[in-house]
C-alpha cells in the first residue's frame, strides 16, 4: 500500500501548516486512502482552510473538458473556491491574498498535456510573485516513473496544454514536475522535501513525497482506488492509451469523448473501419492490437452520429508504446482517408499545440515517414532521461 504525500502530510507534517492560512487546489481524486476528501480530512484535523483553487472541470469535476467554470463559495464547506480555469488560469494576488500556504493535492495522468501540470506551474510561480509557500503533495504517477516518450516541447508552441519543455510522457510524479520547474523557470524558491532534507526551517516550495512508491508502479499496484481525475477519466485503461491517443483530438475525428471508451475509441462518420483497422495492424505495433468499432458519441465531435473506427486493445501494457501508436494513427487517417481527415484549427492548429511543435503536421502531410519523426522523438526522450536525473525524489 503506497501511502499519499496527503497521508503523509496528516500524519506527520500538520506542524508545517500549524498557524497558517490554507488554500488547496484539489478535485475528487484528493482523497486519503479511507476515501475521504482532502478538504473535509484537513478541516477534520484542525487545518485553517480558507480557500479552495479549482482546475479545469472544476474542484467537483463536474465540468467538461475546455468549460469555463465560475468562482463561488461551496454549500458543503462554507469555503470559496476560486476558479483556475475561467478569467484566470493562475492564481491572483487578490485570490492568494486569503492564504499563506497553498497546497495542491490532485491525481495526475502523466502526459504532458492534462492540464493539471501547467495549474502546478502557474501557482508555482504566482506563489513565489506573492511570496506564499507552496505545498505539493506527491501522488502517483499512474502510468509509471520510468517510461519516457515524445518529443521535448518547443516553447514557440507553449500553451495551457503544454507549459514546459518536457516530453508527451515524462515519467516524474508531480514532486519531481515542480523541482524541475524551479529550477527551468529559475523560480528560485527553496526547496523542502519532508523526510529528506531534514527539519522544516520555513522554505517556500515543500514537497511531501510519497511512502513505498517505487517507479516501476503502475496506478493498480499501489493498492490505491482509482477515482477519475477528470470526467472523461473513468479508468486506469484511458490513462495508459492517452499519451498517444490523444493526438486525435488535434483533428476532425472523435477521440471518443461522450462514449464509455474515451482515447480507446477514435472514429469518424467517413472512416472505413475495417481499411484503418487493418492497414495499422499490418504495422505490428508492441503490446496492442486494433478493432474495428462503431459507436456514437452523445456530446463532443460527431454528436448523435454513428462513427465507424477503431478501438485500441492494449494487450501488455510494459511493450505498449503509445506514443508511437498515436503518431501511426494519424499517418494512417491522413493517408487513407485524406479527401475527408482535416486538421482542426483555432487560433492555430490544435495539434501543433499538442504535441508541442508543428513537426508531425507537416511531416505527415508532406508524406515524410513515421519512422523518421519517431527517432526524432527517440533522441528527444533519451534526453530527458539524463534532465532529469537531479530532480529524481524515488530511485
Not at 235 to 262: D, H, K, Q, W, Y
Request: glycine letters at 8%.
Amino acid at each position: 500500500m503506497v501511502t499519499t504525500g496527503l497521508e503523509q502530510l496528516l500524519n506527520s507534517y500538520l506542524s508545517i501548516v500549524e498557524g497558517k492560512r490554507v488554500g488547496i487546489i484539489t478535485n475528487p481524486s484528493g482523497v486519503t486512502r479511507d476515501l475521504i476528501q482532502n478538504v473535509d480530512a484537513l478541516v477534520n484535523a484542525k487545518v485553517n482552510l480558507t480557500a479552495i483553487f479549482a482546475p479545469e472541470h472544476g474542484f467537483r469535476a463536474a465540468a467538461k473538458e475546455g468549460e469555463s467554470i465560475d468562482s463561488y463559495t461551496d454549500a458543503k464547506t462554507g469555503i470559496p473556491v476560486f476558479s483556475l480555469y475561467g478569467k484566470n488560469h493562475k492564481p491572483s494576488p487578490e485570490m492568494l491574498s486569503h492564504v499563506d500556504v497553498v497546497i495542491i493535492d490532485i491525481q495526475d495522468a502523466g502526459a504532458r498535456f492534462y492540464t493539471f501540470i501547467s495549474t502546478l506551474l502557474d501557482t508555482a510561480e504566482a506563489c513565489m510573485e506573492e511570496k506564499k509557500t507552496l505545498i505539493v503533495l506527491d501522488r502517483p504517477n499512474p502510468i509509471n516513473g520510468n517510461q519516457i516518450e515524445g518529443n521535448i516541447l518547443d516553447m514557440n508552441f507553449r500553451t495551457f496544454v503544454g507549459s514546459s519543455p518536457i516530453p508527451i510522457r515524462y515519467g516524474l510524479t508531480q514532486g519531481e514536475l515542480v523541482r524541475f520547474y524551479n529550477a527551468q523557470f529559475n523560480l528560485g524558491m527553496k526547496e523542502y522535501i519532508a523526510g529528506v532534507s531534514g527539519d522544516y526551517s520555513g522554505e517556500n516550495l515543500v514537497i511531501i513525497p510519497m511512502k513505498d512508491w517505487a517507479r516501476s508502479m503502475w496506478y493498480d499496484q499501489t493498492g490505491l482506488a482509482w477515482i477519475p481525475p477528470s470526467p472523461n477519466f473513468a479508468t486506469l485503461e484511458t490513462a495508459i492509451v492517452f499519451p498517444g491517443m490523444c493526438f486525435v483530438e488535434g483533428t476532425n475525428l472523435s477521440e471518443g469523448r461522450g462514449t464509455v471508451r474515451p482515447f480507446e475509441w477514435v472514429g469518424a462518420p467517413y472512416i472505413d473501419a475495417d481499411l484503418l483497422s487493418d492497414y495499422l495492424n499490418e504495422k505490428n505495433l508492441p503490446g496492442m492490437k486494433f478493432r474495428h468499432t462503431f459507436f456514437t458519441p452523445f456530446y463532443s465531435k460527431n454528436e448523435k452520429k454513428v462513427c465507424h473506427g477503431i478501438q485500441v486493445h492494449v494487450l501488455d501494457r510494459n511493450q505498449f508504446i503509445p506514443t508511437l501508436t498515436g503518431l501511426h494513427v494519424l499517418y494512417a487517417l491522413n493517408h487513407l482517408f485524406s479527401n475527408d481527415f482535416e486538421w482542426i484549427k483555432y487560433e492555430r492548429f490544435f495539434i501543433d499545440n499538442l504535441l508541442g511543435s508543428d513537426r508531425v503536421r507537416t511531416a505527415i502531410s508532406s508524406g515524410v515517414s513515421i519512422e523518421t519523426v519517431w527517432n526524432e522523438w527517440v533522441h528527444d526522450s533519451e534526453q530527458f532521461k539524463e534532465i532529469r536525473k537531479p530532480f529524481l525524489i524515488y530511485s
